[in-house]
C-alpha cells in the first residue's frame, strides 16, 4: 500500500509539472442550443466523431509496473451556466472487428499486428475526479462500479473557457503492461441539455503521431457496424470493395469480406457486394459488374488457381 501512495504522489507531481510546457489538447466543449457540442482532437474513420489522444511523449501516461496514470485529456468548456453540473459517462460499443460483435468498455490496439485485440487479464480503467466528485470504472466487459458516470465539473465560473484537467485516467492491472494504445468511447452529459455525440479517448503508450493514428482508426472503425458489401471498411460500397473480396475469396475466419457472416469468403459474399453497390453516374463504365456466367468463371478460376498454387508448393518441397 506504501508503495502505491508513493507512486501516487510522484505521478500527480509529474503530471502537474508537465501542464507548464506540454501542449496537450483538450477536448472542447461548447454548450448552445441545448446540446453539448464537441470539437478539437483528432477525426479518425469510425463510429465517434472525435478522437483525443496524445503522440507527444510529453503527454503520455506516467507509468508504473501495474499502473499507469494521466490527466489528458483535459476540457475546455463554455457555454454552461456555473454549477449546472458536467458528467462524463463511459458507452460499451460492439466489436465488429470480432465474432459475434461482442461488447467493448476497454479497448486496446496491438502495434505488433495492428489490430485491436484483447486487454490484458485483470486490467481496467478508473476515471477518477480531480474534485473529489467521485470516480467510474470498467474494463474491457462492461462497468465494475455501482455508478455508470462521474461528475466532471461543477463548474464553477473560472473553470469556463479555460484548459482544465477534471480527472485522473488510471489504467490498472494484475502486472505489466504491453505497449500500445488504450481506448473507450464516452460522452458528456449535462442535466437539461442534450448529451455530447460519443467520442473516443486513447491513453497512449510509446507510439508516434502514425501509430497513435492507426489505433484511433482501428478502434473507432471496429466500432461501427459495417454497411453490406463495404469490405475495405472506408464507408462507401465500390470497386475497392471488389478488390478485397477477390483477394480474400477462399479464406475462413473473421475477414472482411465474409459479407454474410457465415465464415467463409465465397460467391454469397460477392452477391451481398453486387446488391448494395450504386455507382455514381458516369463510374458504371469504370467498373464491369460481372454477369453470373462470368462470376462463376471467375469464382472457378479462383479455386483453380489455388489447387494449382497448393500443388506447385507441394512438389517443389518433396
Same mark, same amino acid.
Given at each position: 500500500?506504501?508503495?502505491?501512495?508513493?507512486f501516487f504522489?510522484?505521478a500527480?507531481?509529474?503530471?502537474s509539472?508537465r501542464?507548464?510546457?506540454a501542449?496537450?489538447?483538450?477536448?472542447?466543449?461548447l454548450?448552445? $442550443?441545448?446540446?453539448?457540442?464537441?470539437?478539437?482532437?483528432?477525426?479518425?474513420?469510425?463510429?465517434?466523431?472525435?478522437?483525443?489522444?496524445?503522440?507527444?511523449?510529453?503527454?503520455?501516461?506516467?507509468? &508504473?509496473?501495474?499502473?499507469?496514470? !494521466?490527466?489528458?485529456?483535459?476540457? +475546455?468548456?463554455?457555454? %454552461?451556466?456555473?454549477?449546472?453540473?458536467?458528467?462524463?459517462e463511459?458507452?460499451? =460499443?460492439? +466489436?465488429?472487428?470480432?465474432?459475434?460483435?461482442?461488447?467493448?468498455?476497454?479497448?486496446?490496439?496491438?502495434?505488433?499486428?495492428?489490430?485491436?485485440?484483447?486487454?490484458?487479464?485483470?486490467? !481496467?480503467?478508473?476515471?477518477?475526479?480531480?474534485?473529489?466528485?467521485?470516480?467510474?470504472?470498467? +474494463?474491457?466487459?462492461?462497468?465494475? !462500479?455501482?455508478?455508470?458516470?462521474?461528475?466532471?465539473?461543477?463548474?464553477?465560473?473560472? $473553470?469556463? &473557457?479555460?484548459?482544465?484537467?477534471?480527472?485522473y485516467?488510471?489504467?490498472?492491472?494484475?502486472?505489466?503492461?504491453?505497449?500500445?494504445?488504450?481506448?473507450?468511447?464516452?460522452?458528456?452529459?449535462?442535466?437539461?441539455?442534450?448529451?455530447?455525440?460519443?467520442?473516443? =479517448? %486513447?491513453?497512449?503508450?510509446?507510439?508516434?503521431?502514425?501509430?497513435? %493514428?492507426?489505433?484511433? @482508426?482501428?478502434?473507432?472503425?471496429?466500432a461501427?457496424a459495417?454497411?453490406?458489401? $463495404?469490405?475495405?471498411?472506408?464507408?462507401?460500397?465500390?470497386?475497392? $470493395?471488389?478488390?478485397?473480396?477477390r483477394?480474400?475469396?477462399?479464406?475462413?475466419?473473421?475477414?472482411?469480406?465474409?459479407?454474410?457472416?457465415? &465464415?467463409?469468403?465465397d460467391?454469397? +459474399?460477392?452477391?451481398?457486394?453486387?446488391?448494395?453497390? @450504386?455507382?455514381?453516374?458516369?463510374?458504371?463504365?469504370?467498373?464491369?459488374?460481372?454477369?453470373?456466367? !462470368?462470376?462463376?468463371?471467375l469464382?472457378?478460376?479462383?479455386?483453380?488457381?489455388?489447387?494449382? &498454387?497448393r500443388?506447385?508448393?507441394?512438389?517443389?518441397?518433396?
Open positions: 500500500m506504501t508503495a502505491r501512495w508513493i504522489g510522484v500527480l507531481v509529474a503530471l509539472a501542464h507548464g510546457g501542449h496537450c489538447t483538450p477536448i472542447e466543449m454548450v448552445v $442550443d441545448e446540446q453539448v457540442t464537441l470539437s478539437g482532437g483528432l477525426v479518425a474513420p469510425g463510429l465517434a466523431g472525435r478522437v483525443y489522444g496524445e503522440s507527444d511523449p510529453e503527454c503520455q501516461p506516467f507509468p &508504473g509496473d501495474a499502473v499507469w496514470l !494521466s490527466d489528458i485529456p483535459g476540457v +475546455d468548456l463554455t457555454g %454552461l451556466a456555473p454549477g449546472a453540473g458536467l458528467f462524463y463511459p458507452l460499451a =460499443m460492439p +466489436d465488429y472487428s470480432q465474432p459475434g460483435a461482442p461488447q467493448r468498455m476497454l479497448w486496446h490496439w496491438d502495434p505488433l499486428d495492428q489490430q485491436v485485440d484483447d486487454n490484458p487479464e485483470g486490467a !481496467s480503467l478508473r476515471v477518477l475526479s480531480t474534485r473529489l466528485f467521485g470516480d467510474v470504472t470498467f +474494463d474491457q466487459h462492461g462497468l465494475l !462500479s455501482e455508478s455508470g458516470q462521474v461528475q466532471a465539473l461543477e463548474p464553477l465560473a473560472s $473553470d469556463l &473557457g479555460r484548459h482544465v484537467h477534471p480527472f485516467y488510471v489504467l490498472a492491472g494484475a502486472g505489466e503492461f504491453p505497449s500500445g494504445v488504450y481506448g473507450w468511447f464516452g460522452r458528456f452529459t449535462s442535466p437539461g441539455v442534450a448529451p455530447s455525440e460519443p467520442l473516443l =479517448m %486513447l491513453m497512449n503508450f510509446d507510439q508516434d503521431a502514425g501509430g497513435l %493514428l492507426a489505433a484511433a @482508426a482501428a478502434i473507432n472503425t471496429a461501427l459495417p454497411l453490406p458489401g $463495404d469490405y475495405n471498411r472506408d464507408g462507401a460500397v465500390d470497386a475497392e $470493395d471488389l478488390a478485397k473480396w483477394a480474400d475469396f477462399g479464406l475462413t475466419g473473421v475477414q472482411g469480406a465474409d459479407g454474410n457472416g457465415d &465464415g467463409v469468403v460467391a454469397a +459474399d460477392y452477391t451481398v457486394w453486387r446488391d448494395h453497390w @450504386a455507382p455514381a453516374a458516369g463510374q458504371a463504365a469504370a467498373v464491369a459488374t460481372p454477369e453470373p456466367t !462470368s462470376l462463376l468463371l469464382v472457378a478460376g479462383m479455386l483453380v488457381a489455388g489447387l494449382v &498454387g500443388g506447385g508448393a507441394s512438389t517443389t518441397t518433396r
